[in-house]
């Protein structure tokens, strides 16, 4: 919830959603929770779904989601990424970080990426097509009807 507000107070604003996505379950999992400490998260300190507390007992009791769609641009993951990197990520280099970075730099570490998969969501929300190729909307960055589709029940 925290790092949502101090996300909102960018300009542009960026949005989040955060806790346990509906899924309480699963999130409890992801953050290795016993079943003790989430019944002491809301015995002890109230915490239920949709409140305002991130973290107990030195421990997170959710997750930060930040979804990328059809209609988002490149220039919304940069934004992500800078707001990230200005906010959480320490620039004070020490001894260890530039004994790391002079060992990868020794064992000429590679910086070439391989695309090894690709996959489209022609439908919004419903199962992957792993495709070997794809026309790309090269103005744009997407992928051709890549989540073009949605199901609707009215």
């Keep these: 919830n925290e790092v949502a507000k101090l996300a909102a107070l960018r300009k542009p604003a960026i949005q989040f959603r955060t806790g346990c996505f509906c899924n309480p379950g699963a999130c409890q999992e992801a953050l290795e929770l016993t079943d003790e400490e989430l019944i002491q998260n809301y015995k002890v ?17 959710g997750a930060i989601r930040i979804s990328f769609g059809k209609e988002s641009i490149w220039e919304d993951l940069d934004e992500f ?3 990230i990197d200005q906010t959480f990520v ?22 070439e990426v391989t ?9 919004k929300s419903c199962a992957a097509q ?23 029940d009215s």
């Design 45 to 61: 300190a109230g915490h239920v779904c949709g409140d305002h507390i991130d973290i107990l007992n030195g421990k997170p009791t």
């Design 81 to 83: 990424v800078t707001f």
């Design 90 to 111: 320490n620039k004070n280099k020490t001894v260890a970080d530039e004994t790391i970075a002079t060992t990868a730099k020794d064992q000429r570490c590679s910086s």
């Design 115 to 123: 695309l090894t998969e690709l996959y489209i969501f022609p439908i």
């Design 130 to 152: 792993l495709v070997s190729r794809w026309k790309m909307d090269l103005q744009s960055g997407k992928l051709a009807h890549d989540r073009e589709f949605a199901l609707v």
